[in-house]
């Protein structure tokens, strides 16, 4: 097994300075997706790896309109929190949807939206074609037995799903990524904080090597606004989502007044759907019009035979998971 | 910064000083080694086992500061400091704990692999208050599997423990 070097800095521009001065460095927080990439499946090996669990990047701060939660932050703790539970009750839902308790107790939200995809392809070394791990290697997955894997943002370059249920709600609620790097502190829109395969399916984000993420800032739903996080799967629990949606709904005299829809289990990134949003403002609360959202959701697919059935399975996710947050089901 | 210990001058290993189960113990590791290889191989503490190694399936559950987590994708050098409790340190002075009990008593078990685990696990799952309904209990157990199928046994092993405590 390769060698790696372990640091604990004292503080996070020590960390980011000295990721940033080696590019064979990593950071390091709660390992779930780290470690497995690089003690178990072998197919990264950073030579250093900077612990950051101890640094002050810990707890939630704000009030019931917005929240900043720090990046070291647990699953199980942001699903704890009390604004959460009040005011956003889908991304509880979907963090205790993911993992198991034990996971969650160790899984950081910085690191969460920073997970790896779990093509199996992709993490098993001795498939010599995947343009993530090796770009210009071709995609095993495209042409092997795909399941997992996205249709939306998806090309032949590279099927990989983003696998997070959180950042699906986090989607829908517009929440911004607080960065820090050795030239000073940024934030971005989590819309634009993934950039899609296209030809480089090694790139996923805007984050350049060495830059941290400190925190992310959600702004929280109105009073009013019910929220639901639907996770369908190959067994009950304890499983990767097929499909999933988070959707948060306003109805008002039986009209929807206002509306928020993200997908999960199906995009290369977390995918915002706003054509459906687009197309339930101002409509009469029902199957109808729920089934029109989600056909306008659902454009410009790329599937494989393995992942043909999730253009129809995540229609019919969204429909129900408006029915229940808009108690209309009819 | 902590530099990690240097050894004929390699920075690949260093010492952890860790409590288990109520012992405070110092143990020199190569940097890739899991907590879970460090109790196991370091410590010989193997009640606590090694199924996928993975995170996919609790046998390596231990508890640490209070909250159980998964050893196996853990690495030692992080927990320097930190309190472990695996399931040698559960039963006091001979006496089993009332969980332990609970799963003899309701036979959940059959090889008795994932024992360790579903029992570091369900002890959790009471103090984390998540036993007040059957299918919270499997949705919460959800993370240690059983490949002898005990699971109708372990859940009503857990549900005795939570109807004592008053928890349902
Ligand atoms: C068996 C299993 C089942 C799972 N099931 C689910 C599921 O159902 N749903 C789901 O959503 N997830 C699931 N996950 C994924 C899990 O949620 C992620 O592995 C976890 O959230 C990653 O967080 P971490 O703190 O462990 O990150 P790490 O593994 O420590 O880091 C992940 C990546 O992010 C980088 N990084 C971490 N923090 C920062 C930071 N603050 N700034 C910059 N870079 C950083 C690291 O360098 C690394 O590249 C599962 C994982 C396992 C092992
Ligand atoms: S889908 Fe992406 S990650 Fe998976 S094998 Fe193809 S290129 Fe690699
Ligand atoms: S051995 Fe750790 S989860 Fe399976
Ligand atoms: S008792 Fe055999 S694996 Fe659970």
Not at chain 1, 97 to 119: D, E, F, H, Y
Not at chain 1, 237 to 262: C, H, K, M, N, P
Not at chain 1, 265 to 270: A, F, R
Not at chain 1, 293 to 305: N, Q, R, S
Request: glycine content about 10%; overall charge negative.
């Amino acid at each position: 097994m390769a060698e790696f070097e372990y640091l604990r800095p004292d503080d996070v521009s020590g960390a980011v300075a000295t990721v940033t001065a080696d590019p064979d460095a990593a950071f390091l927080a709660g390992g779930t997706t780290q470690l497995d990439l690089m003690l178990k499946d072998r197919i990264i090996a950073p030579t250093t790896l900077v612990d950051i669990t101890r640094l002050p990047l810990h707890g939630i701060t704000g009030g019931s309109d917005r929240i900043r939660v720090g990046a070291l932050t647990t699953m199980e703790e942001l699903a704890a929190d009390e604004r959460v539970v009040l005011h956003a009750p889908f991304i509880r839902e979907a963090l205790l949807l993911g993992a198991s308790t034990q996971l969650r107790n160790m899984a950081t939200i910085g690191g969460n939206i920073l997970q790896r995809t779990r093509c199996r392809y992709f993490r098993d070394p001795m498939v010599a074609a995947c343009n993530k791990r090796e770009p210009g290697s071709g995609c095993a997955a495209v042409t092997g037995a795909a399941r997992m894997h996205a249709i939306l943002g998806a090309g032949p370059n590279c099927i990989a799903l983003h696998a997070s249920d959180v950042c699906v709600p986090l989607m829908a609620l517009d929440t911004v990524v607080q960065i820090q790097g050795a030239d000073g502190e940024r934030s971005v829109p989590l819309a634009e904080f993934y950039t899609l395969p296209g030809d480089r399916p090694d790139i996923e984000n805007v984050l350049r090597h060495g830059e941290i993420v400190t925190a992310i800032d959600i702004p929280l739903l109105p009073a009013g606004m019910n929220s639901g996080y639907l996770k369908v799967r190959d067994r009950v629990s304890y499983e990767f989502a097929l499909t999933s949606a988070a959707a948060a709904v306003w109805v008002v005299d039986g009209r929807i007044a206002d509306v928020r829809i993200a997908l999960g289990g199906v995009g290369t990134i977390p995918w915002r759907a706003p054509e459906a949003e687009q197309s339930l403002r101002g409509q009469r609360a029902g199957t109808r019009a729920f089934r029109a959202a989600a056909e306008a959701a659902i454009h410009d697919t790329f599937t494989v035979p393995g992942t043909q059935f999730k253009v129809e399975l995540v229609k019919r996710t969204l429909v129900r998971i408006l029915q229940t947050v808009s108690g209309v089901t009819s | 910064m902590v530099r990690a210990a240097t050894k004929l001058g390699s920075v690949t290993e260093g010492t952890v000083i860790l409590t288990v189960n109520g012992v405070q113990r110092e143990v020199f590791v190569d940097n890739q080694t899991t907590l879970l290889d460090l109790l196991r191989d370091h410590l010989d503490l193997t009640g606590t086992k090694k199924g996928c190694d993975q995170g996919a399936c609790g046998a390596c559950t231990v508890h640490v500061d209070g909250k159980r987590i998964v050893s196996c994708l853990a690495l030692a050098r992080q927990y320097d400091g930190r309190d472990v409790t695996t399931i040698e340190g559960v039963a006091a002075e001979g006496e089993l704990h009332p969980v332990q009990e609970a799963f003899v008593r309701h036979d959940g078990l059959q090889c008795g692999f994932c024992t360790p685990g579903q029992i570091m696990s369900a002890i959790s799952l009471l103090e984390e208050g998540r036993a007040s309904t059957d299918e919270d209990i499997r949705e919460f157990m959800s993370g240690n599997l059983c490949r002898c199928g005990t699971y109708p046994n372990i859940v009503a092993a857990i549900r005795e423990c939570a109807d004592r405590d008053g928890d349902r």
